[in-house]
């Protein structure tokens, strides 16, 4: 996961979560209610998420070439590089 770099969308990318939890237990017709992880990884101590593009210098930082985001959606994003 990754910090949003201003309050305002890290707001947002929590409500993007939770309709896509309530969208999908729907959809799928999903016994178990999940609606509280969003503002369980909100409030959880142990998470220390920093913003996408100090992930991205970090991994250039050690040597990583061709490093780049390959998928964002709010708080979830897939990102690498080559070694």
């Known amino acids: 996961m990754v910090k949003a770099p201003?309050?305002?969308l890290e707001r947002w990318?929590?409500?993007l979560w939770s309709e896509w939890i309530h969208e999908n237990q729907d959809?799928?017709?999903v016994d178990t209610n999940f609606e509280y992880l969003p503002l369980?990884?909100?409030n959880n101590p142990?998470?220390?998420p920093?913003?996408?593009q100090d992930q991205l210098d970090a991994l250039k930082s050690v040597?990583?070439?061709q490093v780049d985001c390959y998928y964002k959606y709010g708080v979830f994003s897939?990102?690498?590089g080559k070694k």
């Open 6 to 8: 201003v309050n305002e």
């Open 13 to 15: 990318y929590r409500v």
């Open 27 to 29: 959809n799928l017709e």
């Open 40 to 42: 369980q990884y909100k």
């Open 46 to 48: 142990d998470n220390h």
């Open 50 to 52: 920093d913003n996408l």
């Open 63 to 65: 040597g990583f070439k």
């Open 78 to 80: 897939i990102y690498g």
